[in-house]
């Protein structure tokens, strides 16, 4: 039976969940945002809704309208990739302090909110939470707040919602091998026993135990 997956776009993992979850039969909610490059055009089982990460009504929104497309959603796949501030601590603006935190704190917030309470009324589903450093060895300050931010709040909601019948996992990727990581993810998140707050990371090592469970 097909599954409904909810994916954000922005991200270098984002096109590629896309095309295998559709070489497999799913249907696909991507979620794109006007700040990020055109999406590609939608095909037969993916449904396109412009999500606005600054505001809690267009979170709901977005999950209003796939569920009005399709009977609900099995699975959300968020992910983070930090790269959008490059200036230094100092040089970076109020602004782009009020951009970012709004984007990637309020707006990830407001979509787990609406998320966590589908997946309480549906009484089934799992959130997987991607961070993604795309090889960058040395983040901005702002960009490793929002990071470390993010990483903590998946494992606290994974541990407090431990007990509920939905799943919220996260994984962190620091690897060059987009296919290898994105193997290790789907294996991973299909398994049905997880670890509260457990952080599945896939790191480069030249050796026969590339994944790593920290």
């Known amino acids: 039976m097909s599954r409904t997956i909810l994916l954000t776009s922005g991200s270098r993992y984002s096109s590629l969940i896309n095309r295998k979850m559709k070489q497999s039969g799913e249907s696909v909610i991507l979620l794109t945002d006007g700040n990020e490059p055109p999406a590609e055009q939608a095909v037969k089982n993916e449904l396109q809704v412009v999500w606005n990460k600054r505001s809690p009504l267009s979170a709901r929104n977005a999950v209003l309208s796939a569920l009005n497309s399709y009977n609900g959603i099995d699975e ?72 470390s931010y993010l990483k903590n709040l998946i494992q606290n909601l994974s541990v407090l919602y431990q007990n509920e019948p939905f799943n919220i996992l996260c994984f962190e990727s620091d690897t060059s091998r987009k296919d290898d990581f994105l193997d290790f993810f789907i294996k991973t998140s299909a398994e049905t026993k997880h670890t509260p707050g457990k952080i599945y990371r896939f790191v480069d090592k030249k050796g026969l135990f590339d994944f790593t469970r920290n």
Request: aromatic share 12%; charged share 20%.
């Open 76 to 147: 959300a796949v968020l992910t983070y990739q930090p790269g959008g501030s490059n200036k230094t601590f100092h040089e970076t603006s109020s602004a782009v302090y009020d951009l970012q935190v709004d984007r990637w704190i309020k707006g990830f917030g407001y979509l787990l909110k609406e998320l966590i309470q589908l997946f309480l009324k549906q009484q089934h589903g799992q959130i997987s939470f991607i961070l993604d450093k795309n090889g960058m060895k040395v983040m901005t300050p702002l960009e490793s707040a929002i990071f």
